[in-house]
Nanobody, 118 residues
Framework: QVQLVESGGGLAQPGGSLRLSCVASGFTFSSYSMSWARQAPGLGLEWVSGINTDGSDTYYSDSVKGRFTISRDNAKNTVYLQMNSLKPEDTARYYC???????????WGQGTQVTVSS
């Protein structure tokens, strides 16, 4: 069955960096776009970034543009989210999803918690 397993979350200081990973299994990873979304306490889901099958097309929400970078390694069935210049408002649970965006997402991981605090 389809599985998406996120890792790499944790505690970071403002201005710091983290790299999230999502390992996929149960489907042909290279045939699917992937995306990252996040949910902060008390708020709705925010789609952060997406990437197409070969990595040639990406998008970012305005809130992370210029600070986060999405990438993928089809040989490792893994999609990454490099997060730099972290801010307290980036604190959220981050989810990996199959599909490019909210209209295409059909499977989700369990998420990994990111906390940005001094």
């Amino acid at each position: 069955q389809v599985q998406l397993v996120e890792s790499g979350g944790g505690l970071a200081q403002p201005g710091g960096s983290l790299r999230l990973s999502c390992v996929a299994s149960g489907f042909t990873f290279s045939s699917y776009s992937m995306s990252w979304a996040r949910q902060a306490p008390g708020l709705g889901l925010e789609w952060v970034s997406g990437i197409n099958t070969d990595g040639s097309d990406t998008y970012y929400s305005d809130s992370v543009k210029g600070r986060f970078t999405i990438s993928r390694d089809n040989a490792k069935n893994t999609v990454y989210l490099q997060m730099n210049s972290l801010k307290p408002e980036d604190t959220a649970r981050y989810y990996c999803a199959r599909g490019y965006d909210r209209y295409a997402n059909d499977y989700w991981g369990q998420g990994t918690q990111v906390t940005v605090s001094s």
